[in-house]
């Protein structure tokens, strides 16, 4: 009886190694309209893909531009998917209960991995293809640190050296973060650093910069194209990066046709949208052709790109050494306040789901990260597993949508990403639990400052 769910379900919906999915879903030809051109950085042309080569291997810059519904997942990368996929779909029975909710409310628990999160799925990916290519050594960027640490262990697996630059205040706010990235073989760096001239440009100007990730963006774009046998690989925003995060959904999906249910709303965070696309983006076909499903992404209040920002043309990253990309940003200078959820500080927000937000195809939500931090009190109080900060996120969604159903007494099936636990991510809590966590919303001024210097394309 433990395991058995109110309708006598399942209370974890398995699939088989069989059963996991042995395509990725890519949502390009299925966008009501193609996405806007990427431009090149300097000249502001239409990029080629040939200018993607310098940081980028062109299995990965074929995927981003690929209009195939589904692209092979290779048999050597089902075989690394196997250490940790499928993932389970739990029901969250014991929040259902305590919240008195008549809705239904499951997660898809991405926390399983060994970084602790769904970053992974893309990191073994791009360490893959790249290896393929003859690159020796991957720079990245890391906020929170799952990102880096995802990455540390994929270029371990598959053998590759990897330098991570980490925005300083994550840097400061989560050591371990860093020594396990250290454990898989990774050098680890506080950005902004002396090392690259677009780290030395923002500390010239603020010795104590707290960094973002921007500006981490730049000084590993930079240590790549500077240095032979060096590639980027960055770990969400990009079309190939959700392309390889849908094995998420797909077997959610899975899950669910196992259930005999649909849901009815989907849940998750943003920070540059790989894991809520990921989730999300294998049911977006379905609401398409008229399904009745909500699809909403929650990021913070301090960096509420879809909610506060434009839908326009900018760069990538705060140096102008990424392409430019149109999406709603708040402006490539913009530095958000350090908020303790590092994986949603990020300027802009992916162009595919930008479009879709722009479509009205999905919602978007923001939030202060105290009521954030009740959310996942709740959740660990009710579930056991302490969400990583960025997670709560869609969880504070999730239990104000379950306290609406209670109140029209709807029984609706609400799902989440469970995008990554928050081990690593204590000393978050400690600020919590101990009052001293501040609440950040960005003035519509400042927002209007940095936007001051958008690209004119
Ligand atoms: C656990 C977790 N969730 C979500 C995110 C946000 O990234 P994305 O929007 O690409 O999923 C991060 C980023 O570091 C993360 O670590």
């Known amino acids: 009886m433990e395991n058995m769910s109110k309708n006598g379900k399942e209370k974890k919906v398995l699939l088989t190694e069989d059963e996991m999915p042995k395509k990725w879903y890519n949502i ?15 000249t502001g042309e239409i990029l080629r893909p040939e200018d993607l080569a310098m940081i980028f291997p062109m299995a990965l810059i074929e995927q981003e531009v690929s209009q195939e519904r589904y692209i092979d997942i290779p048999s050597e990368l089902l075989e690394i998917y196997r250490i940790w996929r499928p993932t389970p779909l739990v ?24 970084p602790g999160s769904h970053k992974p799925n ?16 991957l720079t990245t960027e890391t906020g929170a640190g799952q990102w880096g640490s995802a990455l540390a ?3 371990n697996l598959i053998g590759l050296e990897l330098t991570v630059y980490m ?39 603020n010795p104590n910069s707290p960094g973002s990730l921007g500006i981490a963006i730049s000084e590993a774009v930079e240590d790549a194209v500077k240095s032979e046998g060096t590639k980027y690989s960055l770990g969400s925003v990009l079309n190939h990066v959700i392309l390889h995060q849908t094995i998420v959904g797909l077997e959610t999906k899975k899950q669910f ?13 943003v920070g540059g949208g790989s894991n809520f696309g990921g989730f999300a983006f294998p049911f977006v076909p379905d609401k398409l052709k008229g399904k009745d499903i909500r699809i909403v992404a929650v990021e913070p ?34 530095v958000p306040p350090p908020i303790h959820a590092g994986g949603l500080r990020y300027h802009g927000m992916a162009p595919q789901v930008s479009l879709l937000h722009n479509e009205g195809i999905i919602e978007a939500v923001a939030y202060h990260q105290n ?42 099936v609400i799902a989440f990403n469970f995008s990554g636990h928050g081990h690593f991510d204590l000393s978050a809590y400690e600020a919590y639990l101990g009052g001293k966590l501040e609440d950040y919303e960005y003035s519509d001024e400042k927002i209007k400052e940095s936007l001051k210097d958008l690209p004119k394309v």
Not at 180 to 200: C, H, I, K, Q, Y
């Open 28 to 42: 390009n030809p299925d966008l009501p309209r193609p996405l806007d051109p990427p431009r090149h950085p300097q």
């Open 91 to 114: 029901r969250a029975e014991r929040l259902e209960n305590y919240l008195e909710t008549p809705a239904k409310i499951y997660y898809k628990n991405e926390s399983v991995s060994p």
């Open 122 to 137: 893309t990191a073994v990916a791009q360490a893959y293809y790249n290896k393929k290519e003859g690159t020796l050594r």
């Open 153 to 155: 262990f994929a270029c």
């Open 167 to 205: 925005v300083r205040v994550s840097y400061e706010q989560k050591p371990y973060r860093k020594i396990m990235m250290e454990v898989w073989g990774a050098e680890v760096l506080p950005s902004p650093t002396n090392r690259t001239s677009s780290g030395r440009g923002i500390l010239e100007k």
């Open 257 to 269: 046709e196992k259930l005999g249910i649909y849901p009815d709303v989907l849940v998750g965070c």
């Open 301 to 334: 209040l301090a960096c509420p790109s879809l909610t506060k920002g434009p839908y326009a043309y900018d760069y990538g990253d705060t140096a102008k050494m990424a392409p430019i990309v149109k999406m709603y940003t708040l402006g490539h200078n913009f």
């Open 371 to 412: 009521p954030v931090f009740e959310a996942a009190i709740t959740f660990a109080k009710t579930e056991g597993i302490i969400p990583a900060p960025e997670t709560a996120h869609a969880i504070r969604f999730v239990i104000d949508e379950a306290l609406r159903c209670r109140e029209s007494g709807e029984e609706k």
